[in-house]
C-alpha cells in the first residue's frame, strides 16, 4: 500500500500550474502516479476561474476532490478570521480545509498563509 500525501491547491498554485510553472506541475505529476491526493477547496475555483479552457478542465480531472465549503470548514475559517487579522476568508478556508482534511497547503505566495498557519498549528505549508 502506497502513503499519499494530500495537497490543498490555493488560487495562487492553480494559477502556477495552468501557466506550466514547474513547481505546481509536481503536484499534479505525484497525483497521476498515485503518490498525492489533490484537493481543490471550491471557493479557489472563484478566484481562479476566468471561464473555461481545456487546460483548466484537465487540472479539475486530475484533482481527487473539489471540496465544498461545508459547515465544518466554514466554522473553522470563521473563527480564524476572527482571530487572525489581515487573514482573507479564501485563505481561511484553505487552511481549514487542510487543517480538517489532514492536507498541506500549496501556495504561490506562502507569505499570505503565516498569520494563518500560527491558528492552525498543525498545518504546513509549502510554496514554490
Known amino acids: 500500500m502506497t502513503l499519499a500525501l ?11 500550474a495552468e501557466r506550466h510553472d514547474e513547481w505546481a506541475l509536481r503536484y499534479f505529476e505525484l497525483r497521476a502516479r498515485g503518490l498525492a491526493r489533490l484537493t481543490i477547496p471550491r471557493v ?5 476561474w476566468r ?3 481545456d487546460r483548466r478542465e484537465k487540472m479539475l480531472e486530475a484533482a481527487s476532490v473539489v471540496e465544498p465549503l461545508g ?11 476572527a482571530k487572525v487579522r489581515g487573514a482573507t476568508a479564501v485563505d481561511a ?3 481549514a480545509t487542510a487543517a480538517l ?6 501556495t504561490r505566495d506562502v507569505r ?4 494563518l ?12
Do not use: P
Open 6 to 16: 494530500h495537497f490543498v491547491l490555493d488560487s495562487g498554485a492553480l494559477i502556477a
Open 117 to 128: 498557519a500560527a491558528h492552525f498549528a498543525g498545518v504546513r505549508v509549502f510554496g514554490r
Open 112 to 115: 499570505d498563509f503565516a498569520a
Open 44 to 48: 479557489c475555483l472563484v478566484e481562479w
Open 71 to 81: 459547515e465544518d470548514i466554514a466554522k473553522a475559517a470563521g473563527v480564524a478570521l
Open 93 to 95: 478556508v484553505v487552511m
Open 51 to 53: 471561464g473555461r479552457t
Open 101 to 106: 482534511r489532514d492536507g498541506v497547503v500549496v
